[in-house]
């Protein structure tokens, strides 16, 4: 893969538009059940992005089932880093494109990253705890573009829609 198309998967470069939201369908997803996190080993787990590491004996939930998608599916976007050696996850397999709806804005953005709500804890996952079943990940540049004020580049509410 050239150079080029590595930047523009790690970045998430977002195209703006204009559109009009319409109404949310409530979605819901109980814990499936608990693993218990242990302690990564030093330097193990990546904090950048404020990114949380397992702490032994704690247990987190996992979520085997994801909401339905609708034309506007309630979510919470957090903030992350696709880059090697940075607190992405595992490539997706999709590499679709999603339109995210905040704080007035839309930005169209490529899913390049999926995060796993089923495992976590271990070194697959860079002993980051399991995501929650409604978590969009999302670059920089995605949060610039929506116009989100830096001091809440961590967790927001949003909407998003398959493009």
């Known amino acids: 893969m050239n150079s080029f198309s590595l930047m523009f998967l790690s970045s998430l470069l977002p195209v703006l538009l204009a ?3 319409a109404d949310v369908q409530a979605q819901s997803c109980r814990p499936s059940g608990r693993i218990r996190g242990k302690n990564p080993p030093p330097g193990q787990c990546n904090t950048g992005d404020d990114s949380d590491c397992c702490k032994d004996g ?7 089932c994801s909401p339905p998608v609708s034309g506007h599916t309630r979510a919470h976007l957090t903030l992350n880093s696709f880059e090697e050696g940075r607190d992405g996850g595992g490539l ?16 169209e953005a490529m ?7 089923t495992m976590g804890c271990d070194e697959e996952h860079d002993y980051q705890p399991l995501c929650d079943y409604d978590m969009v990940d999302a670059s920089r540049a995605v949060w610039e573009a929506l116009g989100m004020p830096k001091d809440s580049w961590d967790w927001v509410d949003i909407t998003w829609s398959n493009t």
Do not use: A, H, K
């Open 111 to 117: 899913v390049v990253d999926e995060c796993d709500s």
């Open 58 to 64: 704690q247990m987190y939930p996992v979520n085997g």
């Open 19 to 21: 559109t009009s939201c």
């Open 92 to 107: 997706s397999e999709c590499l679709g494109n999603i339109t995210i709806y905040s704080n007035g804005r839309c930005v």
